[in-house]
């Protein structure tokens, strides 16, 4: 795996989070935000001419490719690197604008974060096999919305081909509520979490300078801020619930909430073998601690082990 070098550019893909619900309850406006997150993007297409700069929009209903315009290819260099600053705006506020009006009235949904994900990984894996050097991609996402458990399976497969892609995924959650699945999206590929609590004007701008606009070979160097109280928990396959303690199979890793005699995902049957209260667990363990020793027929390899997942 090469190192990154002090002269490779980047390719930043940011994912605007622009469901109107969640910013409405948030206690900085969307507008406030965006014109932040611009200066933001301005700052990254200055720091290096040859950066590539991809924004997504994300609502409940839609994702749709902000910059550059759809159909339009992999972005063009330009070098009068002000012009692009120009159009840039221009196209991301007035794609947001449009999103906000076509999403009005779904305040209910969440904003589809893990097919933003996918188009995202998708765009770079298509700019990285088109271009001659190299390029070191990594994703911001703008978050202001609460998590959707229906959406934990296609975010952990997306987060996981990220870190296989070597794409830093940084998270800049705007509101009080931490989201579980984006602090693991950012732990999982080495990027950063941050959340803004304090609606205070330049809070936003200020955060996303001094963590997310460093580049691979300068993250090298900096001190990352650290993440000490990650929520690792996962949400069961089965009921889309966060599970303190869930139950895994052993041959396609899915969690279950409860034990259950056959994998519902790969179709595995187990045969239990409870081990008795008191036997190698910690008194006071709730009963669902006690570990399931199970054999698959046919499959001695099989079984469903209780992991603790806080
Ligand atoms: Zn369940
Ligand atoms: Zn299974």
Redesign the pocket.
């Known amino acids: 795996m090469a190192e990154p070098l002090e002269s490779d550019s980047s390719l930043l893909v940011v994912i605007l989070d622009v469901n109107p619900g969640s910013w409405a309850r948030s206690a900085l406006p969307l507008d406030k935000a965006l014109q932040q997150m611009v200066i933001f993007i301005n700052a990254y297409l200055a720091l290096n001419t040859e950066n590539r700069l991809v924004v997504l929009g994300a609502s409940p209903r839609e994702c749709r490719f902000l910059y550059p315009a759809p159909g339009g290819g992999a972005p063009t260099h330009d070098v009068q690197v002000y012009e692009q600053f120009r159009a840039v705006d221009a196209r991301v506020l007035s794609g947001v604008a449009a999103m906000v009006e076509d999403a009005a009235g779904d305040d209910a949904g969440h904003s589809l974060m893990s097919r933003a994900l996918s188009m995202a990984l998708c765009h770079i894996r298509r700019i990285s096999a088109s271009v001659m050097t190299k390029v070191w991609p990594r994703i911001l996402v703008l978050s202001a919305g609460s998590d959707s458990a229906r959406e934990y399976i296609s975010l952990m497969n997306s987060i996981f081909a990220a870190e296989k892609m070597s794409v830093l995924v940084d998270v800049c959650k705007v509101v009080a509520q931490d989201s579980v699945f984006l602090q693991q999206a950012a732990e999982i590929t080495g990027g950063n979490y941050v959340r803004v609590d304090t609606p205070a004007n330049e809070s936003l701008l200020q955060t996303l300078m001094f963590t997310c606009l460093a580049d691979h070979y300068t993250r090298g160097i900096l001190n990352a801020p650290s993440n000490e109280l990650i929520d690792f928990r996962a949400t069961c396959f089965c009921h889309r619930r966060v599970v303190d303690i869930g139950f895994v199979?052993s041959?396609?890793l899915?969690i279950f909430c409860q034990m259950a005699p056959v994998?519902s995902?790969?179709q595995?049957k187990f045969t239990f073998k409870v081990a008795r209260a008191g036997k190698g667990r910690a008194s006071g363990e709730p009963p669902a601690a006690v570990a399931a020793a199970a054999t698959a027929a046919g499959t001695p390899s099989a079984a469903m082990s209780s992991l603790n997942l806080s």
Do not use: Q
Request: glycine content about 0%.
């Open positions: 199979c041959v396609c899915s994998c995902t790969c595995t």
